[in-house]
């Protein structure tokens, strides 16, 4: 026999692997006599580099070994799938991905414009912290993976006197230049709206608080990128600090530059990503994808999934990887989710044009 | 054809009467008489082909008169200019469209400057190898791509990169030489430059050179025979090439966003933040539209002042 | 040239060009043999393990092979259209000349972004998406005043008593065109299909909003992987280009000769 088990042989070879976690939730003789015929693949998206290095190797690959069901990615960005996939439901067409890598803002989006199917019929999300439900939508039109903190990241040598405490640390004039949030301010909103001594509750009505700290930042000149510019800049030397996801400044620690990360007085941006699966997928093609999902939420595919990301996950009891534990990127108890400052997707999803523009409007001046 | 009774065999070659059947077959499809209507028949082929363009600008003219529902992400039932209204008071959108008008005449003055002595040099240069290799420098960065090489400024212009270090050797600087606007601007001008000198280079060599030398003879120095004889004889390659280049950089989208460190916008950012970040695709559907018709009018302009050069086309009898 | 100060001008400029030009292209060949993580310049040791990595990945010779199906595609749609309207645009009297070539710039002056979009609504409702060929034809439409410029300079230059002296010698339509007119384009045809070829196989922005991963092409799956995180396999990759472009420069040299890129007749 070779290695390529069929699904039968597998069931029967126990249900101790990892394949009793998809399956467990479903009746078997349903499974046996309704199982939908499996197609030859199903299409992933994901972001490229690490990120998908590490989906292939805790939901990808193990998925494949179980179903025999191959998995190619997709690597186009989150956004810029987006007009494709709302594109095929409008024009009737099969989408071009079966399951998508998103950040719940911008599933929020699509699942608000209806193209989303419910996924509330997972079997594995019983065993899920209230991390993976949306906040803010009715069920599981997007089911959320794990969180992840906008950090304040510095090279330790650019802070001889010790960590920034503070988000107004940035206003230093020795940062002049060297410093960079991302183009759209996400992020840096929430947090600049408690440094410009504003309260959390009057997000969305009254932010003119953070627009003054947005003012005083802009006179630092900081640069202005996406995921992919904050590793290449602390990799060339170009800046001390930002304010970025922790899996940023992770893959440029892992690259050899010294970095460090904190969150400071005011607290940093939590936010989560997800999974969703698109409309217009025939019949099985659904099944099997939402059978991914699935898989994506049991311990095992999360416990390796998000070591290769340095993020926690939702499901209780995973152990965080080494080097994260207690670190403030990795938040697991309560204690950690103090400083963590937590909108929901709806407020953001229908305000965040606004912001953008407003940031824009500062920082293009 | 006629046939001759003692050479009956005798046929013409194959060649020939293919020929010959094909411009029957002509006669039949295209008679002369519609002779005048030929251009436009040739022409045809490429205006269907643009022609999916604007089958596509059609549907974006259409998504602009909606405004997006940020309740359901869908666009609205009902038709309005709001869009264009967003846009026409937003202080953002003046300033990104000004930066985009002022980059792409910087880039136009800038490749052009390079590009004339590199085209000169190539068609006057008497040594063949030095035109091969000259040829060689202008081919080769088209085959890395826009992004690739945008990549490559990063390094050689960045804090620690290569012309730093040359600074640093004579005891100046490192000075921050990337993200600003003279940065797009460079990152334009590198990637317009082939472009430039392929369009320049053969309306050069339409120009005798003994043109040049009498000149010379006639006592004019080298700027004033460039000036009075080289330049107006060059006149349709430098139009044609200044339009290319217009175009191509008022509408680019990779070298401010590479280049730029993300406070130095076109409107082809703009237009990418809308279809992509914020999933407004009316909003941006109306910026693409300004953009192209500010675009077309400055050709416009350009046609109307000076001639549509070597793209054209039909000024020649 | 003549003067000797006309000399030091033009080739100090000249130089400078070069130096813009080539500077990129060298760093990224350098990087692509680094032995570290990171694309740097000067490289950090010298090692091949890059050329390696590509060389084995599977998905990356697929999108390989697609780009040229593209190249390829967008050649065969742009070169006779394109020559057709260069030659209609320099050898006929057409009226409204100036709103042809607004319409004819329609590829430069809308953005790619703009005409990416477009196309996959357009292209979606005649559900031909989800083919390799359409993104040839995608490129053909957006590069497409490339090859009508360059067939028209050339053709601009070619005396129109040719033509009309073969007619006089009883050469019929078809003959003229193929024995006077053609040859006498040919350089711009070259040229233009040229840059056309090299232009497909380096197109993302369209050919993003047009392929999916079952379609990528090359250029598209390298900007993808440059929005996470840009390596040196990538440098590779850009190195693999480079080759291939010297040899079909090297080929085109032996073929028809370099300067036919120059020659206006």
């Known amino acids: 026999m070779s290695k390529k088990l069929t699904r039968r042989t597998m069931l029967q070879a126990g249900m101790a692997t990892s394949g009793a976690a998809l399956l467990s939730g479903l009746p078997a003789s349903r499974l046996f006599a309704q199982e939908p015929e499996k197609p030859k693949e199903i299409i992933v998206r994901a972001w490229g580099g690490e990120w998908v290095e590490a989906l292939k190797k805790g939901v990808s690959d193990p998925f494949t070994a179980m179903t025999g069901i191959a998995v190619r990615h997709d690597l186009t ?29 911008n599933a929020t989006k699509s699942a608000l414009r209806g193209v989303t199917e419910d996924l509330s019929d997972l079997s594995n999300l019983k065993n899920t912290t209230e991390l ?106 170009e800046i001390d600090a930002a304010c970025t996801i922790s899996t940023n400044a992770l893959a440029a620690k892992k690259n050899g530059i010294d970095l460090a990360w904190t969150v400071p007085v005011e607290g940093c941006k939590f936010d989560t990503d997800g999974l969703w699966v698109p409309k217009g997928l025939p019949e099985n093609e659904l099944y099997w994808a939402k059978q991914y999902v699935n898989f994506a939420l049991t311990k095992e595919a999360q416990q390796v999934w998000l070591d290769g990301l340095g993020l926690p996950g939702v499901v209780p009891g995973l152990t965080p990887p080494a080097g994260l534990e207690a670190d403030p990127s990795y938040p697991t108890t309560p204690e950690d989710f103090e400083h963590l400052i937590r909108i929901s997707a709806k407020v953001q999803v229908q305000n965040e044009s606004d912001w953008f523009a407003r940031f824009k409007e500062i920082m293009q001046g | 054809m006629t046939t001759d009774p003692d050479n009956s065999d005798f046929r013409y070659p194959l060649r020939w009467r293919l020929m010959d059947g094909a411009e029957r077959l002509l006669e039949i499809v295209w008679p002369r008489r519609f002779g005048r209507f030929t251009g436009w028949l040739l022409l045809l082929p490429a205006l269907l082909l643009v022609g999916i363009l604007v089958l596509g600008l059609w549907q974006m003219a259409e998504s602009s008169l909606h405004v997006l529902d940020r309740n359901t992400f869908l666009p609205s039932e009902e038709y309005t200019l709001s869009n264009y209204g967003t846009i026409w008071q937003s202080a953002t959108y003046f300033k990104v469209i000004w930066r985009s008008v002022q980059g792409a005449v910087w880039t136009v003055v800038f490749t052009l400057l390079l590009a004339f002595p590199f085209a000169y040099v190539l068609v006057r240069t008497p040594r063949a190898w030095v035109r091969k290799l000259l040829l060689i420098a202008l081919f080769l960065p088209f085959f890395i791509g826009q992004v690739v090489r945008a990549y490559g400024i990063l390094i050689v212009l960045g804090t620690s990169g290569a012309v730093n270090d040359v600074f640093g050797l004579i005891g100046v600087g490192p000075y921050r030489l990337l993200f600003n606007f003279p940065a797009v601007v460079f990152g334009l001008v590198q990637y317009m430059l082939p472009f430039a000198v392929l369009m320049l ?40 090439a ?40 009316g909003l941006g559907s109306a910026l693409a539209l300004l953009l192209v018709a500010l675009g077309s009018v400055l050709v416009a302009v350009i046609i109307g002042l000076f001639g549509a050069g070597t793209l054209g086309m039909g000024e020649k009898k | 040239m003549i003067s000797a100060t006309q000399r030091r001008v033009f080739w100090g400029l000249v130089w400078f060009s070069i130096l813009v030009l080539s500077l990129p292209t060298i760093i990224v060949l350098g990087a692509s043999v680094t032995s570290g993580n990171m694309i740097a310049f000067p490289p950090e040791g010298f090692s ?112 129109s008593d040719l033509e009309l002296a073969a007619a006089n010698c009883g050469a019929g339509r078809i003959e003229t065109f193929l ?66 472009a010297l040899i079909a420069v090297w080929l085109l040299d032996k073929l028809v000769g370099l300067e036919i890129f120059l020659k206006s007749k």
């Open chain 3, 48 to 159: 091949l393990k890059w050329y390696e990595k590509i060389a084995l990945a599977r998905d990356i010779r697929g999108a390989f092979g697609r780009s040229l199906i593209v190249a390829f595609v967008c050649l065969v749609i742009s070169v006779p259209v394109g020559t057709f309207a260069g030659i209609a645009l320099t050898r006929y009297r057409l009226r409204f000349t100036s709103l042809i070539q607004i319409y004819l710039l329609l590829p430069f002056t809308i953005p790619l972004i703009g005409s990416g979009i477009g196309m996959m609504l357009v292209f979606g409702n005649w559900g031909i998406l989800g083919h390799v060929w359409p993104v040839g034809l995608a490129c053909a439409v957006i590069n497409l005043p490339f090859i009508i410029w360059s067939v028209s300079s050339s053709a601009a230059v070619l005396d």
């Open chain 2, 201 to 240: 280079a053969p309306a050069l060599t339409s120009i005798p050179q003994e043109t040049e030398t009498a000149a010379s003879s006639l006592g004019a120095n080298w700027l004033r025979s460039m000036r009075h004889v080289v330049l107006p004889m060059a006149k349709p390659g430098i139009v044609g």
């Open chain 1, 132 to 237: 993976a439900k949306p906040v803010g939508l009715d069920g599981y039109p997007i089911v959320n993976t794990y969180g992840y903190v906008y950090v304040l990241a510095y090279r330790p040598e650019a802070f001889p006197d010790g960590a920034p405490t503070s988000w107004k640390d940035l206003l230093n004039p020795k940062l002049k230049g060297r410093i960079a949030l991302y183009n759209d301010g996400i992020g840096f909103h929430f947090p600049a709206q408690v440094a410009g001594g504003g309260k959390l509750s009057d997000i969305p009505d009254n932010m003119e608080a953070c627009w003054d700290f947005v003012r005083q930042i802009k006179a630092q000149e900081p640069l202005l990128g996406e995921d992919p510019d904050f590793t290449n800049w602390f990799q060339n030397g």
């Open chain 3, 179 to 244: 024995h006077v007119t053609l040859p006498g384009v040919m350089p711009g045809v070259i040229t233009g299909g040229l840059l056309m070829f090299v232009l497909a196989m380096t197109e993302f922005l369209v050919s993003l909003l047009l392929t999916d991963a079952r379609t990528v092409t090359l250029p598209v799956q390298i900007y993808n992987n440059i929005r996470s995180i840009i390596t040196p396999d990538l440098a590779a990759i850009s190195s693999v280009f480079v080759v291939v």
């Open chain 1, 77 to 105: 960005e989150d956004n810029e799938i987006q007009p494709k996939l709302w594109a095929a439901v409008a024009q009737k067409r099969m989408p071009p991905i079966h399951v998508n890598w998103d950040t719940t803002t």
């Open chain 2, 242 to 281: 200044s339009l290319v280049v217009m175009t191509l950089s008022l509408t680019d989208f990779a070298m401010p966003a590479m280049l730029g460190g993300g406070s130095q916008d076109f409107i082809a950012n703009a237009i990418y933040d809308q279809f992509f970040r914020t999933a407004d695709q």
